[in-house]
């Protein structure tokens, strides 16, 4: 919850950014951090049901998968401008 706390507080510091240096050095210490919150997704797989390891750690990686295909279905249907 610490690494998504500061996800959220860089996505704010990196839309408020007025340099394209300031945003890159942003974006570098955001990318840190939403990296160390997978790595805490994927470091308790071994530790949900020890047998089922690969089955979970399916689960959890189609998780962000399916995730992206929802997210694309929803961009889909907006218009550019509304999209972006």
């Known amino acids: 919850t ?3 706390f500061c996800e959220g507080a860089l996505v704010l510091v990196f839309a408020n950014t ?3 240096e300031g945003a890159i050095v ?3 210490f955001f990318s840190l951090f939403v ?5 805490s997704s ?7 049901d020890p047998p089922s390891t690969g089955s979970i750690a399916g689960i959890i990686g189609a998780g ?5 295909v929802a ?3 929803g961009f889909r249907n907006l218009e550019y401008k509304d999209a972006f």
């Open 35 to 39: 990296q160390a919150a997978e790595g």
């Open 26 to 28: 942003v974006m570098v």
């Open 18 to 20: 007025a340099s394209l």
């Open 2 to 4: 610490i690494f998504l």
């Open 64 to 68: 962000g998968n399916s995730g992206a």
């Open 71 to 73: 997210f694309g279905m």
């Open 42 to 48: 994927y470091g308790i797989v071994p530790y949900v």
